[in-house]
């Protein structure tokens, strides 16, 4: 055991090295893994940047729906309830099936993972209207268009974009765990990939990797989310 | 309470959080007359081992074998390997070539199998040339199987590049099953996988193992360094165990594959597919190792694969292999 620590606990200096090795062009230039680091890391962000566009444009959509009506929520409820405790990752021999290799299965997955935290935190920003405000909205003559976009949605903004926080995150946990099967690029692939060549310190630069981008995505979205919200009393 | 106190009570918090999450690494060996061998996922290579196991031929030796796995791959067997949580494992030799290049402390003592391994395809598939972008699998990079398609490649002045190459993220046993369904063209893996995709009649074995290397070396057994050191007997015992599970194989053809059906639950006629392509065998050749760390390093260095080990990782080859490959144990 002790014989083998350098192989199962790369230092950081070796991690260092890795991530030089693995961003900087490694060997002779212009072969295909040349700073695959990169390449990589790229192709996980427009999985992740695809999968959660379509998750927030559906999640935001169902979740005001199912939030400002009753009969649309009594409706889909007990459908959604049934299929968000089942894990993204459960579903990836399905993806698999149905969408065969490489983008779509990811994107897919990455669907499914930022999906319903959107959904659940935008239905509850819906449902968290303040009733005075529909009111005094209604008196001064809005027609129910005017309420639910100049009363509702607004109401129901910083929930949404805490719902979009969330959903980003499991989304980029998602992408990584699907690129592990049925996948030949991507961070998690790359993780796989040199766990398998037995690159300790490798595996960890790819995970470091992860961790950066996954901090990086989580304050633009709160840089937007500022922005957006600059009407919010900050602490 | 005091700061100190605080201090203190904060410490063996922290070190009753932390030291579990440790054990787990650092668990005590096995007891002498018990020894933790690894085998890798429905691979009829690692016949021996299901003999020895189910006729009893371990036992016979005195020997407790704690079964661990099966694995889905070999470098992820030569990493429980490292981290202690095996003594010994029915594993391809390129990742056991790869662990010692590595510097994990381990020997190779005996052979399992020579050749059994194909690149399966789909019928309209005529040549190695047809593949030219089309989806492949195989097992782990780093595998045998990897490293051979890598070769059969070379030979047809070919590359990685030129394939859309899924190694390591489709298991052997899903390999079958995404050649039927469309979603890859070939793979190269171990048997009885490609056994199934002919018996089903959707695929077929475009160029064999042997034919790229004949007589080439496959499944090994691999044992820790430091487990070899203080149990030289039961190691005996098990390589003594797994000769007999190999003349048995070769003696007794019928009831090897119904221990073979047994641990793969496999039709008997794939079975008898698989075995027209497997040799088993205990003996293992330093030359053969030679050529196979050779190949790889060749392979890395002409581009036809991402390099995985280099001249730089084995300096000295003939060093190299005299200190991994140990024939004492077949020799006994």
Redesign the interface.
């Given at each position: 055991m002790l014989a083998n620590l350098p192989q199962l606990f790369p230092t950081p200096v070796d991690v260092l090295k890795a991530l030089y090795d693995l961003l900087i062009a490694p060997g002779p230039a212009g072969l295909p893994w040349a700073g695959e680091l990169w390449g990589n890391t790229i192709i996980s962000l427009w999985r992740v940047l695809v999968g959660f566009a379509i998750a927030a444009l559906s999640g935001i959509l169902l979740g005001v729906a199912i939030g400002w009506w009753r009969n649309v929520r009594d409706l889909l409820e007990p459908i959604i309830e049934i299929l968000r405790p089942i894990p993204p990752l459960a579903w990836i021999p399905l993806a698999m099936l149905w969408f065969g290799l490489g983008f779509t299965p990811a994107v897919f997955l990455i669907w499914l993972g930022a999906f319903f935290p959107i959904l659940l935190n935008t239905v509850l920003g819906m449902e968290s209207t303040p009733k005075k405000l529909v009111e005094v909205a209604r008196t001064l003559g809005a027609n129910s268009g005017q309420v639910l976009f100049k009363v509702g949605v607004p109401s129901a903004a910083p929930s949404i974009m805490a719902g979009l926080r969330i959903g980003i995150g499991i989304g980029w946990m998602c992408l990584v765990a699907a690129e592990l099967t049925g996948s030949n690029s991507g961070l998690g692939y790359l993780i796989m990939y040199y766990y398998s060549t037995m690159e300790a310190a490798k595996t960890v630069a790819g995970m470091l990797m992860i961790g950066i981008v996954g901090f990086l995505m989580f304050t633009a979205l709160k840089k937007v989310e500022d922005k957006l919200l600059f009407w919010r009393v900050q602490a | 309470m005091l700061p100190s106190m605080r201090k203190l009570a904060f410490l063996v918090f922290a070190f009753i959080l932390i030291v579990p999450l440790f054990s787990g690494?650092?668990c005590a060996p096995a007891t002498p007359e018990m020894v933790r061998i690894g085998y890798l996922l429905g691979d009829l290579h690692q016949l021996p081992f299901f003999v020895a196991q189910d006729r009893g031929f371990f036992k016979d030796g005195g020997i407790n074998v704690q079964v661990v796995g099966p694995f889905d791959?070999g470098?992820?067997e030569?990493?429980a390997l490292?981290?202690?949580q095996l003594d010994m494992g029915y594993v391809g030799i390129a990742?056991s070539v790869?662990?010692a290049a590595?510097?994990?402390?381990l020997s190779i003592i005996s052979g399992v199998n020579l050749e059994g391994s194909a690149l399966a395809t789909e019928i309209g598939i005529n040549s190695v040339t047809d593949l030219k972008s089309k989806?492949v699998a195989t097992p782990?990079?780093?595998?045998i199987q990897y490293v051979m398609l890598g070769m059969l490649l070379s030979q047809n002045s070919m590359s990685?590049?030129d394939l859309?190459?899924?190694?390591?993220?489709?298991k052997p046993p899903d390999m079958p099953q995404s050649l039927q369904?469309g979603?890859?063209s070939g793979y190269f893996v171990w048997e009885p996988f490609v056994a199934k995709s002919l018996a089903g009649g959707y695929g077929k074995a475009l160029i064999e193992s042997r034919e790229i290397w004949p007589g080439h070396p496959c499944c090994v057994v691999v044992t820790r360094?430091?487990f070899a050191l203080n149990n030289d007997k039961v190691v005996t015992a098990v390589i003594n165990a797994h000769r007999k599970a190999v003349q048995f194989i070769g003696n007794n053809p019928a009831e090897a594959r119904s221990i073979a059906q047994k641990w793969t639950r496999l039709d008997a006629d794939v079975i008898d597919s698989a075995f027209t392509r497997v040799k088993y065998t205990y003996a293992l050749s330093k030359d053969d190792v030679k050529r196979f760390v050779r190949e790889i390093i060749s392979l890395g260095e002409s581009?036809t694969i991402?390099?995985?080990i280099t001249a730089g990782d084995v300096p000295d080859l003939d060093a190299f292999v005299n200190k991994v490959v140990d024939l004492q144990y077949i020799q006994r």
């Open positions: - | 690494l650092s791959a470098p992820a030569m990493d490292a981290a202690n990742p790869l662990a590595r510097k994990i402390d989806k782990a990079p780093g595998s990685f590049a859309e190459l899924f190694p390591g993220t489709i369904t979603r890859i360094n430091d581009g991402k390099p995985i």
